[in-house]
């Protein structure tokens, strides 16, 4: 089996079949059917998008293209961001900040009725919470989030501290993990770059979808040699003598630690799995990380 060559040098066939695109979901249809589209448009057996968006809803929807689709559960635990506008029931009591306020932290959630999940209470950590403005009855809120965060669930529950009772309004979400609105591409964009590369010109389409390794840049890393690389390529554990190197995530910057996820990447920054550290990468012998999910 094969490893790929570097991000950077790679073809737009590649590209297509291990990449990343930060989509701007438009309103009307499902998540689910926006990636569709994509997997369609870009040719790909399969595609996988970072969290479920409501069709009302717009906003950052990174979806993972190719054998890509394998690090799906990288979405899993990634923080969210949202811009919601909250609809009053009534006039706002003079202590609404205060009581907006209150909702940051970790908070209990019961599912809406509506939703693919068991409903039973639960907790969510709301990282920030602002008011960005106010008016009348309305409320413009930036809500950063655990995944998993219901936001129409959140604006109804303001309302009840309120007193005032609240509904969502409108919803966009802005960020998922690194992933936010600074870069989005809308599937306008992606058409025409795919129909721009046909014609001979991969400039826009080399904007539109990154490599795949982009979506891995949270992950701490195991910088393993190409022949190790080879081996993991078909399954095999992540052996110490594999191992030239731990790094920290190019993005926030986490540390190889025990039990956690990590990438394996060659030399020049191809990825190769995913797996989980189990043993020190410094050791000269030994298991240093079980294979969850192979990228090639």
């Not at 693919?116 to 008016?135: G, M, N």
């Not at 891995?216 to 993991?232: D, F, K, M, N, T």
Request: with cysteine; proline share 7%; net charge negative.
């Amino acid at each position: 089996m094969m490893v790929r060559a570097p991000p950077d040098e790679r073809s737009v066939d590649d590209l297509l079949a291990f990449g990343v695109v930060n989509l701007d979901k438009p309103p009307g249809p499902s998540a689910h059917q926006v990636a569709a589209w994509v997997r369609d448009a870009t040719g790909q057996d399969r595609v996988a998008h970072g969290g479920t968006l409501d069709p009302k809803v717009t906003g950052c929807l990174p979806v993972l293209l190719g054998d890509a689709a394998r690090a799906a559960r990288i979405f899993d635990d990634a923080v969210k961001e949202y811009v919601a506008v909250l609809e009053l029931h009534d006039s706002a009591p003079p202590d609404f900040d205060a009581v907006v306020a209150e909702f940051e932290g970790e908070i209990y959630q019961k599912p809406p009725r509506k939703s693919a999940v068991k409903r039973q209470l639960r907790t969510r950590r709301i990282h920030d919470l602002d008011v960005l403005e106010r008016s009348d009855r309305r409320a413009l809120l930036r809500v950063r989030c655990a995944s998993g965060t219901y936001i129409r669930k959140l604006c109804h529950d303001i309302g009840l501290a309120l007193g005032t009772g609240a509904h969502m309004g409108d919803l966009r979400r802005t960020a998922t993990g690194q992933f936010d609105d600074r870069s989005l591409v809308s599937m306008h964009d992606l058409v025409d770059a795919l129909s721009f590369a046909e014609d001979g010109d991969e400039s826009a389409l080399r904007e539109s979808v990154r490599p795949a390794e982009h979506a891995l840049a949270h992950l701490p890393r195991l910088v393993v040699a190409h022949s190790a690389a080879e081996a993991i390529a078909d399954g095999a554990p992540v052996y110490a003598p594999g191992v030239l190197a731990a790094r920290p995530a190019e993005v926030g910057g986490a540390v190889p630690t025990a039990g956690e996820l990590v990438v394996c990447v060659t030399p020049d920054g191809a990825a190769v799995s995913l797996g989980t550290l189990v043993g020190d990468p410094e050791a000269e012998s030994g298991t240093v990380a079980e294979p969850e999910r192979v990228l090639v």
